[in-house]
């Protein structure tokens, strides 16, 4: 069956440390993957985009790896400050002419002053 | 900054009633989308809408739900007959649908709590 994985467990880290979140998953052959942040009670917010023909994306302090053989994805927060505390969304989009993204259950990021 | 609203916030309701939410997509996108997310649970997709009827839709959108656009701004989901399972937050969200772009812009939800 196909699944996303996130780490369940929170990630907690001090301020401005780097914060590496995984994404992975089986049985997709995802078209793009993309990551998101949602704050409590709030609606997910897009944060990145990769591509499967892309290695790396980066924006200001986020960058995004993406590997296809290994079927994982790492999401990566440099300099890490306790704004950034929420769970991020990891979510698979598949190249088969559905629009839908299935999104991962969440990590949550607790950045400790 | 353009952005998709829904109202209500909140709405409680008895089991058994119809309950619809609204969606006000951004205004240039093409593609409107439901998605839920239980307490404690991820975001699940419900169903997809494109050209004035539905794309896709998933095993849990049965016949109890349904959608509209009823005119060229709102989007609705109704549930015909809440069940106490329907307890959930009720996402819209809506995407330009261009080929270099694939991310949704979601609303801040809409939660249902049936009693």
């Known amino acids: 069956s196909q699944k996303i994985e996130q780490n369940s467990e929170a990630l907690n880290i001090q301020e401005g440390k780097t914060a590496t979140l995984t994404c992975n998953y089986t049985?997709?052959?995802?078209?793009?993957l993309q990551w998101y942040r949602q704050d409590p009670g709030r609606g997910p917010v897009f944060l990145l985009l990769?591509?499967?023909?892309?290695k790396e994306k980066r924006k200001e302090r986020l960058k995004v790896t993406f590997d296809t053989t290994l079927k994982q994805s790492l999401f990566h927060i440099t300099a890490s400050q306790p704004a950034d505390s929420a769970t991020y969304l990891c979510?698979?989009?598949?190249?088969?002419?559905?629009?839908?993204?299935?999104f991962g259950s969440g990590t949550r990021l607790q950045v400790q002053p | 900054e353009p952005e998709v609203t829904q109202t209500p916030s909140h709405q409680v309701t008895q089991m058994g009633q119809e309950v619809i939410l609204r969606c006000v997509p951004i205004?240039?996108?093409?593609?409107f989308y439901w998605y839920r997310q239980i307490l404690g649970q991820k975001v699940e997709f419900l169903v997809s809408?494109?050209?004035?009827?539905?794309?896709?839709k998933s095993e849990i959108f049965d016949d109890q739900f349904s959608v509209e656009r009823p005119d060229g701004s709102n989007f609705t989901l109704k549930i015909r007959s809440t069940k106490l399972e329907d307890s959930a937050m009720y996402f819209c969200?809506?995407?330009?649908?261009?080929?270099?772009?694939?991310?949704?812009?979601f609303g801040e939800g809409s939660r249902l709590t049936v009693l």
């Open positions: 205004s240039n996108h093409l593609y």
């Open positions: 809408f494109y050209n004035n009827e539905i794309s896709e």
């Open positions: 979510a698979l989009h598949e190249d088969t002419g559905r629009r839908a993204l299935t």
């Open positions: 969200a809506s995407s330009s649908g261009g080929t270099n772009t694939g991310e949704l812009f």
């Open positions: 990769i591509r499967e023909n892309e």
């Open positions: 049985n997709y052959s995802p078209a793009y």
